[in-house]
């Protein structure tokens, strides 16, 4: 069971869109639809903002946007704001109750 | 809405036993898998098991043979034992709640040290 895979770090400037990748393997992203995503600001706990893919937890405003293509999970976050600045981790369900996490992006907001 | 709060020794030697506890509080005991990940510093977060109210575990492989988790229903508690810890275990570690193949609630995290 290995972590998933993402930049380690993405940038960009305000109003402008990125996407972080997460890329895992067919016996996690690739075959199932529980890949959620986190928002960690620094020296603070994680926060779920996305979940089954693409579904946003209430309250996230609809610039985050979750898609997945095989293996690899996208997170897109359109019209930057200096307060996306944060660390994003995705989460894969990964079979027989168990789940991976992604090594962690840190988005820049130049 | 549940909330967690979490506690336990900060401070270990290596072959230590780690010993975490995490309240509930707010919502229902029953009906969520109650969870622990954690997050070595400056590094990324690793899921390290779950236990349901009844006791069901499920535990990562990597780390199976050295943890347990137990609940206390009773107080609303549930707790993480890591045994023979060295500093590859030294980390943030958060109690969480996973519904539907989420993980919706964290604790405040609890910063464990190993070293001698």
């Known amino acids: 069971q290995s972590g998933l895979t993402q930049p380690g770090s993405v940038s960009g400037s305000p109003g402008q869109s990125v996407t972080i990748s997460c890329t895992g393997t067919s016996t996690d992203v690739g075959v199932h639809k529980y890949v959620s995503w986190y928002q960690q600001y620094p020296g603070k706990a994680p926060k779920i903002i996305m979940y089954?893919?693409?579904k946003r937890l209430s309250g996230v405003p609809d610039r985050f946007f979750g898609s997945k293509s095989g293996n690899t999970a996208s997170l897109t976050i359109s019209g930057l704001q200096t307060e996306d600045e944060a660390d994003y981790y995705c989460?894969?369900?990964?079979?027989?109750?168990?789940?991976?996490f992604g090594g962690g992006t840190k988005l820049t907001v130049l | 809405q549940v909330q967690l709060q979490q506690w336990g020794a900060g401070l270990l030697n290596p072959s230590e036993t780690l010993s975490l506890t995490c309240g509930v509080s707010g919502g229902p005991f029953s009906g969520y898998f109650w969870t622990w990940i954690r997050q070595p510093p400056g590094k990324g977060l690793e899921w390290i098991g779950e236990i349901s109210h009844l006791g069901t575990t499920n535990y990562n492989p990597s780390l199976k043979s050295r943890v347990t988790m137990s609940v206390d229903g009773s107080k609303s508690q549930f707790s993480l034992k890591l045994s023979s810890v060295t500093a590859a275990d030294t980390a943030v570690y958060y109690c969480a709640t996973e519904v539907s193949f989420r993980f919706e609630v964290w604790g405040q995290g609890a910063l464990v040290t190993v070293s001698s």
């Open positions: 089954d893919v693409d």
């Open positions: 989460c894969s369900y990964a079979g027989s109750y168990t789940w991976v």
